[in-house]
């Protein structure tokens, strides 16, 4: 049961460059999220996914897409990458909305 | 929306001290409040959660406790030891709209042994 499986752990991206992060959960749940995390600044959602077939803007979309491929997954795409962006980024999934939350690793981004 | 305040940014203690990480919560319809714990370069994972209907819940050395007429919810950890060092995040999840949590900036927390 591997839970929350983010990839890449690591990536660089030069500024306008554009990537996909994925995300995949085992655990059948209806809910995925995606958040960012700066230091000082806590854990802020970028979108999430409240059931398969729907998403919606969390407090900070800009410059963010997403797409829920279907129960299992959900991937965040960068179309133009901005040092603006640099962060840790958690994809995370609950059983239904709000509640208990089960997080990836996490991918370190950085954009040059 | 809901706004979650969270104190202090960083809090430390001798081990075997209590440490109370404090959070305040705008949305009086909010109904769930989680804590997470994040180590060092990993990931946030649930340590404690309690809802509206209850005032306080104790799991043996953590305990949170919610008092909804001020809207401020409390983690207290006694008997700390140094692998209780870690982010700690309080979250506050409203019963309408969008039901997603929002998260306070976290808390910082050094056991010194």
């Known amino acids: 049961n591997a839970g929350v499986t983010q990839t890449p752990k690591f990536q660089v991206l030069k500024t306008g460059q554009s990537m996909t992060l994925q995300c995949a959960q085992d655990?059948?749940?209806?809910?995925m999220y995606w958040y960012r995390q700066d230091p000082g600044m806590g854990l802020r959602l970028i979108y999430y996914s409240a059931s398969e077939g729907t998403t919606d803007k969390g407090e900070v979309p800009n410059g963010y897409n997403v797409s829920r491929l279907n129960k299992r997954e959900f991937s965040l795409r960068l179309e133009s990458a901005a040092p603006s962006q640099t962060s840790v980024y958690f994809c995370?999934?609950?059983?239904?909305?709000?509640?208990?939350?089960?997080f990836g690793q996490g991918t370190r981004l950085t954009v040059v | 929306g809901e706004n979650v305040e969270q104190h202090p940014s960083t809090l430390s203690v001798q081990e075997g001290d209590s440490a109370v990480i404090k959070c305040t919560y705008s949305?009086?319809?909010?109904?769930?409040f989680p804590w997470y714990k994040q180590e060092l370069g990993k990931r946030p994972q649930l340590i404690i959660d309690?809802?509206?209907?209850?005032g306080e819940k104790k799991d043996q050395r953590i305990a949170v406790t919610l008092n909804k007429t001020a809207k401020h919810f409390s983690l207290h950890i006694t008997e700390t030891q140094p692998e209780d060092s870690a982010v700690y995040f309080c979250?506050?999840?409203?019963?309408?709209?969008?039901?997603?949590?929002?998260f306070g900036r976290g808390t910082s927390l050094i056991v010194h042994p």
């Open positions: 995370a999934s609950s059983e239904s909305r709000g509640l208990e939350a089960f």
């Open positions: 979250a506050a999840r409203a019963s309408g709209g969008s039901y997603i949590p929002t």
């Open positions: 655990m059948n749940h209806n809910s």
């Open positions: 309690i809802r509206s209907n209850v």
């Open positions: 949305d009086s319809a909010s109904n769930y």
